[in-house]
Nanobody, 126 residues
Framework: VQLQASGGGLVQAGGSLRLSCAAS????????MGWFRQAPGKEREFVAA???????????GAADAVKGRFTISRDNAKNTVYLQMNTLKPEDTAVHYC?????????????????WGQGTQVTVSS
């Protein structure tokens, strides 16, 4: 599976962005998909994931939780996964990566994902 992320950019705090991740390969529709992000000087962290059929989703539960602001979705007919990001904060600034899971169920550990996109920069100004 090859993944191509897009949709990042510069936005003011409170604004919105929609990231897309286009996949090639026959295994996309059977794989869980996830979004991760990595800010400068920090480790890559889990953001959100979606089951192979879109039947369940899971969001990061850390202090700067994204649940309620971000929505992950997928369109298997288009081999694409999306991350709608609303009410963006400066702490959301990071390179955002999409990834394809080894299996179809939602997982959060980076090691459970076999394929990664190149990343798209999201910068939120205050």
């Amino acid at each position: 599976v090859q993944l191509q992320a897009s949709g990042g950019g510069l936005v003011q705090a409170g604004g919105s962005l929609r990231l897309s991740c286009a996949a090639s390969g026959r295994t996309f529709s059977s794989s869980a998909m996830g979004w991760f992000r990595q800010a400068p000087g920090k480790e890559r962290e889990f953001v959100a994931a979606i089951r192979w059929n879109g039947g369940s989703t899971y969001y990061a539960g850390a202090a700067d939780a994204v649940k309620g602001r971000f929505t992950i979705s997928r369109d298997n007919a288009k081999n694409t996964v999306y991350l709608q990001m609303n009410t963006l904060k400066p702490e959301d600034t990071a390179v955002h990566y999409c990834a394809a899971g080894r299996f179809g169920l939602v997982v959060t550990a980076p090691g459970e994902y076999d394929y990664w996109g190149q990343g798209t920069q999201v910068t939120v100004s205050s």
